[in-house]
């Protein structure tokens, strides 16, 4: 028997570690591109053959790396948010505290904090929670 908790951690997690992202982004961003431009110069000086499909390859394996860059980053960031997702459906919250923007004011807010027990009780704990809505 599996635990579902264990499955569902394991279906969010980005499909390369930090370092690998890194270091992928640092090879399509800087690396490849600079050893195409300098493969480029040297090859019209010692005239290597086959200059303009060789670059023309590495370019579009480039831009493609680029992509595939992209999909991954984006795919990082929607398994990010849904890891915040899930962390503050763990929280309890006692109450909310709502700060709403009066007039055109920037510096003027209103603050309204709701409890979701009675305000005696709040008053015994150590430690009171609250989700601050902001707008």
Same mark, same amino acid.
Request: glycine share 8%.
């Given at each position: 028997?599996?635990? *579902?908790?264990?499955?569902?951690?394991?279906?969010?997690?980005?499909?390369?570690?930090?370092?690998?992202?890194?270091?992928?982004?640092?090879?399509?961003?800087?690396?490849?591109?600079?050893?195409?431009?300098?493969?480029?110069?040297?090859?019209?000086?010692?005239?290597?053959?086959?200059?303009?499909?060789?670059?023309?390859?590495?370019?579009?394996?480039?831009?493609?790396?680029?992509?595939?860059?992209?999909?991954?980053?984006?795919?990082?960031?929607?398994?990010?948010?849904?890891?915040?997702?899930?962390?503050?459906?763990?929280v309890e919250y006692d109450g909310d505290i709502h700060f709403v923007k009066l007039g055109n004011d920037d510096a003027t807010l209103f603050l309204n904090v709701g409890t979701q027990q009675e305000v005696?009780?709040? *008053?015994?704990?150590?430690?009171?929670?609250?989700?601050?809505?902001?707008?």
């Open positions: 028997m599996t635990d *579902g908790t264990a499955q569902h951690r394991a279906s969010i997690e980005p499909p390369l570690s930090n370092q690998g992202y890194d270091n992928l982004k640092k090879f399509v961003t800087v690396i490849f591109p600079a050893v195409i431009t300098f493969y480029l110069g040297v090859a019209g000086y010692w005239d290597i053959p086959y200059t303009e499909p060789i670059v023309g390859t590495a370019t579009g394996l480039s831009v493609l790396l680029g992509v595939v860059l992209k999909a991954l980053s984006s795919q990082y960031s929607a398994i990010e948010e849904a890891k915040k997702a899930e962390a503050e459906a763990k005696e009780n709040i *008053g015994t704990k150590d430690v009171v929670t609250f989700k601050v809505h902001v707008g």
